[in-house]
């Protein structure tokens, strides 16, 4: 089966320090992986996707994610977080049972950035 | 550009109510898509639409749950009759999108669901 992990259910750090959400994948063939964040009574926001290519992926808002396959992880981080990131991550893996595929959605990791 | 549409954005019904959501995805986006997120977990496909038909209902509660996107454009899910365990947030989303694309996906602000 298809899947990916969020080890940590909350993620804390101080504003102005870095910012690492975890996630590992297993998939079997080529793994396609996104994160997305929601904020409070909003819907989920795409912020970045590896298709193929390099394993240092740039998305929105100052996020990036690194590819791992040796370790199978796509974590997600930032250099400098703000307390404006205080969100819900999610990280998906596109599962390609059919031609079509879809998202299989880690259960979240929630971030809390303090002043 | 205009954003995924839901509405209502909160309902609370009573068990054994019918209920249903609906969703008006981005212009021009193909692909539509229905989530179920509960509270502490990632969400989950309930099913998704190429136009008018269904390529995935694998996880949908055939039972109770039915779909439709009758012009390929706005869709309404429907929940009767419905459990305590429906309690959650209906996400709509969509996409352009054709076979074996990795396009991704925009969501709507969601439906929250309270069933007492």
């Known amino acids: 089966a298809q899947s990916v992990a969020q080890p940590e259910d909350q993620v804390n750090v101080a504003e102005g320090n870095p910012l690492t959400v975890k996630c590992t994948y297993s998939?079997?063939?080529?793994?396609?992986l996104f994160w997305y964040v929601q904020y409070p009574n909003r819907g989920l926001q795409f912020l970045l996707k590896?298709?193929?290519?390099?394993?240092l992926v740039k998305g929105s808002y100052g996020f990036e994610a690194e590819f791992n396959k040796s370790q199978t992880s796509f974590h997600l981080k930032k250099p400098s977080a703000l307390v404006s990131d205080s969100a819900l991550y999610f990280c998906?893996?596109?599962?390609?049972?059919?031609?079509?595929?879809?998202?299989?959605f880690g259960a979240g990791t929630q971030v809390v950035v303090t002043p | 550009e205009a954003g995924v549409a839901q509405s209502p954005r909160y309902k609370i019904i009573e068990k054994r109510q019918s209920v249903a959501f609906w969703c008006n995805p981005i212009?021009?986006?193909?692909?539509l898509y229905w989530y179920q997120q509960i509270l502490g977990q990632g969400p989950k496909l309930l099913i998704q639409?190429?136009?008018?038909?269904?390529?995935?209902d694998s996880q949908l509660p055939k039972d109770r749950f039915s779909a439709e996107r009758l012009k390929g454009v706005d869709s309404t899910l429907k929940i009767q009759p419905a459990k305590l365990e429906d309690s959650a947030v209906y996400l709509c989303?969509?996409?352009?999108?054709?076979?074996?694309?990795?396009?991704?996906?925009?969501f709507g602000p969601g439906t929250r669901l309270t069933v007492l």
């Open positions: 639409f190429q136009n008018n038909g269904v390529v995935d």
């Open positions: 998939v079997s063939g080529n793994p396609y």
């Open positions: 590896y298709i193929t290519g390099d394993n």
């Open positions: 989303a969509s996409s352009l999108v054709t076979s074996g694309s990795l396009n991704e996906q925009f």
């Open positions: 998906a893996v596109r599962v390609l049972t059919d031609s079509w595929g879809k998202l299989q």
């Open positions: 212009s021009g986006h193909a692909t």
